[in-house]
């Protein structure tokens, strides 16, 4: 299989914060930030596999930014690294400023996806090959996140995990 870019997989989406996506504080609501990124990484994942794929785990939100009712939200997610079947994504989170147009990250999210066959059974997927700095970075630390999502899910023995215990070794 030949190996895909990032950027093959890049997937943007733009849209509003509207009343009945927002919290008490009229903010939007992390449950609909969440179906956005799951959204938004369903297709990177898609674009990359060109298989049907499924959410195998939300590995790492960060909810550092209330976004307020208003706002333009963009939802911006790529495959950061491929395994055999499954396929780390990465979701950066944008706001719009209103009067000067610049965007200014808010939030970001890291999931996990596999690609499946019609019977649910994991299938193999393209290789990754990062080409820029950011890209790079996040490849090389996503074999880590994967064998702590693992362990996490009683997947994997903390014995197990070779990349965890070289980062509590060093
Ligand atoms: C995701 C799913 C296909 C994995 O099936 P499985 O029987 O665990 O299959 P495997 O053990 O062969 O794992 C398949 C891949 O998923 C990875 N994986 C499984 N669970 C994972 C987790 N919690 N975190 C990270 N990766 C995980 C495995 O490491 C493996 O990756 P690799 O092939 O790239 O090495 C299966 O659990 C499933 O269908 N879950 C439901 C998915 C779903 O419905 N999502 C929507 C939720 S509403």
Redesign the pocket.
């Known amino acids: 299989m030949n190996s895909k870019y990032p950027k093959d997989s890049r997937t943007t989406l733009t849209d509003l914060v509207l009343p009945s996506e927002t919290n008490p504080l009229n903010n939007l609501f992390g449950g609909e930030l969440l179906a956005r990124m799951d959204r938004a990484a369903s297709i990177a994942a898609r674009r990359h596999s060109r298989r049907i794929v ?4 939300v ?1 790492h939100v960060a909810f550092n930014k209330a976004i307020p009712l208003g706002s333009v939200v963009t939802v911006e997610a790529a495959v950061s690294r491929a ?4 396929m780390e994504i990465f979701i950066d989170v944008w706001v719009e400023d209103r009067e000067s147009g610049l965007r200014s990250k808010a939030n970001e999210a890291i999931y ?1 996806f ?1 690609a ?1 066959d019609e019977t ?1 059974a ?1 299938v193999p997927v393209p290789p990754l090959e990062p080409e820029t700095d950011l890209e790079k970075d996040r490849f090389a630390a996503a074999l880590r996140r ?1 064998q702590l ?2 362990v996490l ?1 009683g ?1 994997m023995q903390p014995d197990d995990a070779t990349e965890l215990k070289a980062l509590f070794t060093k």
């Open positions: 499924v959410t195998a785990s590995n395994f055999k079947s499954s996990t596999v499946v649910g994991p994967k999502s693992l899910a997947k």
